[in-house]
C-alpha cells in the first residue's frame, strides 16, 4: 500500500521560499513517477510538475516553471519541491501523488491513485 506524507508548508511573503516535502513508502521514487499538484479554493487541482524515476526526467507547468524545482533523495524515499519567488497567486493546498503503475508520469491527474493528505501554502503580498 502506497503511502504519501508532506511537510513543509506554511506561510511567507511573495518572493520568498518554502520547500515541500513527501515521504513515500510503498513506491519507489528511483524507479517511478513523483507527481505534484496543488489546489486553491475554488479551482481545480492542477499539476505543475512531475521527476521521472529520481531525476531521469522533470517536466514543469507554465505557471511555475522557472521558480519551482522538484527532486528526491532516492535513499530516503523523499521528494522535494522547492518553490522559489513565491507569489500571491501561488496559495494553494499543495500534493504529492503517486501514479496507478511505474511507467505512467503526467500532469494529469488520471495518471495517478495515490496522494498526500496535501500541505498548506499561503503566499501574501
Known amino acids: 500500500q502506497v503511502q504519501l506524507v508532506e511537510s513543509g508548508g506554511g506561510s511567507v511573503t511573495a518572493g520568498g521560499s518554502l520547500r515541500l516535502s513527501c515521504a513515500a513508502s510503498?513506491?519507489?521514487?528511483?524507479?517511478?513517477?513523483m507527481g505534484w499538484f496543488r489546489q486553491a479554493p475554488g479551482k481545480e487541482r492542477e499539476g505543475i510538475g512531475y521527476?521521472?524515476?529520481?531525476?531521469?526526467?522533470?517536466e514543469y507547468a507554465a505557471s511555475v516553471k522557472g521558480r519551482f524545482t522538484i527532486s528526491a533523495d532516492l535513499a530516503k524515499n523523499t521528494g522535494y519541491l522547492q518553490m522559489d519567488s513565491l507569489k500571491p497567486e501561488d496559495t494553494a493546498t499543495y500534493f504529492c501523488?503517486?501514479?496507478?503503475?511505474?511507467?505512467?508520469?503526467?500532469?494529469?491527474?488520471?495518471?495517478?491513485?495515490?496522494w498526500g493528505q496535501g500541505t498548506q501554502v499561503t503566499v501574501s503580498s
Open positions: 501523488a503517486a501514479p496507478s503503475a511505474p511507467h505512467i508520469c503526467g500532469f494529469g491527474r488520471r495518471f495517478y491513485n495515490s
Open positions: 510503498g513506491v519507489a521514487f528511483a524507479s517511478s513517477c
Open positions: 521527476l521521472w524515476k529520481g531525476g531521469t526526467r522533470s
